[in-house]
């Protein structure tokens, strides 16, 4: 299957055969699946003091019962702010956790190999559909052609300015225009610095993203990767599919030379 090619300034810029990859049927609870796990790789375990709520004297009464108080420890002292009142235990004020996070958890999920491996090809194929694009609430009226496949002159772009124009010429500015309609959020978010959340849009897939990283600084949502490192917590953001992505025509090539079990299964069948 062949797809245009379009330079930066918007216009037809010859035609170039997809890789097989493309042809890998949609699996959304793969692409999910893949998310989840490689998400968990960048959490970071933590704990809590081993005696943590527990630094300060306090008893309960010996006997504990036959004294008509409450069995709950209470701090000791000699007419101390904190004498006679619970501690230490995990129903008291400043006391103990009942079962508190440990750094022996398991939060690192796995993922098989093969997995991983056509859940990749599963959302880079998605990125060819305009539906799947348009469900996940990207703006691309106007845009024809999918996937969407720049020349490589593109990547030597490094200023904003610059690469402004090539988003309007592509029609993909609509998309960052979106990002401005979301409204600041109250409450305790906003008390804790997380008052907007900028969303995502165009995403730039190319061979070398040097340049091109430091243009779109200053653009909301937009964001470049290498090739050798898309991953699925690229293309599915929040494990949605389907990111509007942009490739250019080396990135392409470089999509091509995936292996995988499943395109040699689909190479025997054709």
């Known amino acids: 299957m062949k797809t245009t090619v379009t330079n930066s300034s918007g216009t037809k810029d010859g035609e170039i055969e997809l890789p097989l990859v493309f042809?890998?049927?949609?699996?959304?609870?793969?692409?999910?699946?893949?998310?989840?796990?490689?998400?968990?790789?960048?959490?970071?375990?933590?704990?809590?003091?081993?005696?943590?709520?527990?630094?300060?004297?306090?008893?309960?009464?010996?006997?504990?019962?036959?004294?008509?108080?409450?069995?709950?420890?209470?701090a000791q002292g000699g007419?101390?702010?904190?004498?006679?009142?619970?501690?230490?235990?995990?129903?008291?004020?400043?006391?103990?956790?009942?079962?508190?996070?440990?750094?022996?958890?398991?939060?690192?999920?796995?993922?098989?190999?093969?997995?991983k491996k056509l859940a990749l090809c599963s959302a880079i194929a998605a990125t060819a559909s305009k539906e799947l694009i348009e469900?996940?609430?990207?703006?691309?009226?106007?845009?024809?052609?999918?996937?969407?496949?720049?020349?490589?002159?593109?990547e030597s772009i490094s200023k904003t300015s610059e690469i402004t124009k090539v988003l309007d010429s592509l029609k993909l500015s609509q998309d960052i225009k979106r990002l401005d309609a979301r409204k600041a959020r109250s409450g305790q978010s906003r008390l804790r610095g997380r008052s907007k959340k900028v969303g995502k849009s165009v995403l730039f897939v190319t061979k070398d993203a040097t340049n091109i990283s430091k243009a779109i600084g200053a653009l909301p949502g937009v964001e470049?990767?290498?090739?050798?490192?898309?991953?699925?917590?690229?293309?599915?953001?929040?494990?949605?599919?389907?990111?509007?992505?942009?490739?250019?025509?080396?990135?392409?090539?470089?999509?091509?030379?995936?292996?995988?079990?499943?395109?040699?299964?689909?190479?025997?069948?054709?």
């Not at 999910?32 to 309960?60: C, E, I």
């Not at 129903?91 to 939060?107: C, D, L, N």
């Open 23 to 74: 042809s890998t049927p949609y699996r959304k609870e793969l692409i999910h699946k893949a998310y989840t796990n490689l998400n968990s790789h960048k959490f970071q375990p933590q704990g809590r003091k081993p005696t943590a709520g527990m630094d300060v004297v306090a008893d309960s009464n010996d006997p504990p019962t036959g004294q008509g108080v409450s069995r709950v420890a209470r």
């Open 79 to 115: 007419g101390g702010g904190r004498q006679g009142q619970g501690a230490e235990v995990a129903s008291t004020r400043g006391g103990r956790q009942a079962h508190p996070p440990i750094v022996e958890k398991v939060i690192y999920k796995k993922l098989n190999k093969k997995e």
């Open 135 to 154: 469900s996940r609430g990207h703006k691309v009226e106007g845009i024809e052609s999918f996937p969407i496949i720049v020349s490589d002159d593109i």
């Open 224 to 270: 470049a990767t290498n090739v050798k490192d898309l991953s699925v917590l690229d293309l599915a953001p929040g494990s949605d599919p389907i990111r509007l992505t942009v490739y250019t025509k080396s990135a392409i090539e470089e999509i091509g030379k995936i292996k995988s079990t499943h395109l040699e299964i689909m190479v025997k069948t054709q």
